[in-house]
């Protein structure tokens, strides 16, 4: 490790080849903790490469326990994390209301490292218990329309620098990595990312892959559809910037969206918006990332059908039925 950050000192960029060894060392653990610190805080001085980043997937890839869902078309939704915001768990929310319209979901998650509630806090305190095994990710994505792949799991590299992540409480590249290693493969994604440099690497990276992807950025920073301001769409087919009334018929305010001071306020919320009794603000922003997740899969006319959709299976109850189903398999 000394050698290669001498070299990244020198502000020299690694090889696709080279960064997909580091990273397979950093997962087998031969590096001590320091080391890897000063590794990840090198990323945080300066914008990562293409190529950096590809070999770090290539690396996750490799070391990753595969997941076999029986040929189900699944979507994610997912946020790099990292925008700093402290919103409530509207990516995992949105999976549930899009669960609840029949869609097959396999939900890629972490534990927040620089928010209070990531995907993975807010399941555990809900009652889910992580799993790798095939035959019950199976079971729970047949009875309930959803799994979720807690990514330390399946990713030894990322179970072992969780604690340093946490530490730094900073965004790192980790977070550019976890919305591209989803071990389900899943052939839809919904991919919010908190700048537009990012999007445009995304932008490039899934363009080569068989993915039908989406990628969104609301332009005052979110890595969501934050209905704060416009958002940044972009897909395989091209780009548009969407207003908050055309998304979500309406505008709203950073703290109409403010995800609570610990993991418990965080559950809470995401309860209450399933439940029904959500602000309206909550629901809207909700149901607008779930209506774009939807309309990625192709089996709507146009947004405003999909978006109904979803706010048939938040009004009816499916999506909390959705998250009963799985919890009770547990």
């Not at 319209?101 to 972490?110: E, R, S």
């Not at 993975?120 to 035959?135: A, C």
């Not at 919010?192 to 080569?208: D, H, K, P, T, W």
């Not at 999909?306 to 009770?328: P, Q, R, T």
Request: charged share 20%; hydrophobic share 40%.
């Amino acid at each position: 490790m000394k050698k290669i950050l001498q070299y990244l000192f020198e502000h020299k960029t690694l090889s696709r080849e080279m960064a997909k060894e580091v990273l397979v060392n950093i997962g087998k653990g031969m590096y001590n903790e320091h080391e890897v610190t000063a590794f990840m805080t090198i990323y945080l001085m300066r914008s990562i490469t293409i190529e950096e980043l590809q070999g770090f997937r290539d690396a996750l890839l490799e070391l990753c326990v595969p997941v076999d869902l029986n040929g189900c078309e699944v979507i994610d939704i997912v946020g790099t994390g990292g925008d700093g915001k402290n919103t409530f768990n509207i990516s995992t929310l949105s999976c549930f209301i899009v669960a609840g319209t029949g869609q097959k979901v396999a939900k890629h998650g972490n534990y927040g490292a620089s928010s209070i509630s990531g995907a993975s806090n807010v399941m555990e305190q809900l009652g889910y218990k992580f799993k790798n095994q095939n035959d019950k990710l199976k079971k729970e994505i047949e009875a309930a329309n959803i799994c979720f792949l807690h990514a330390p799991l399946f990713h030894p590299a990322l179970k072992t620098v969780g604690p340093i992540r946490k530490n730094l409480g900073m965004r790192t590249f980790f977070n550019m990595l976890g919305p591209m290693v989803n071990p389900a493969s899943p052939k839809f994604q919904l991919v919010g990312v908190f700048s537009l440099e990012m999007a445009r690497i995304y932008n490039y990276l899934l363009q080569q892959s068989d993915t039908a992807f989406t990628i969104i950025h609301s332009l005052d920073g979110y890595d969501e559809i934050s209905l704060t301001n416009d958002t940044k769409v972009i897909t395989n087919k091209g780009e548009s910037v969407l207003t908050a009334e055309q998304l979500g018929k309406r505008m709203v305010t950073a703290s109409d969206i403010s995800g609570g001071a610990s993991v418990e306020e965080a559950a809470k919320i995401f309860m209450n918006i399933l439940k029904g009794e959500g602000t309206w603000a909550q629901n809207a922003v909700v149901l607008a990332n779930a209506a774009m997740a939807l309309n990625s899969v192709g089996h709507y006319k146009n947004y405003d059908e999909a978006y109904n959709a979803a706010v048939e299976s938040l009004e009816s109850g499916k999506a909390k039925m959705s998250l009963d189903k799985l919890i009770s398999l547990q």
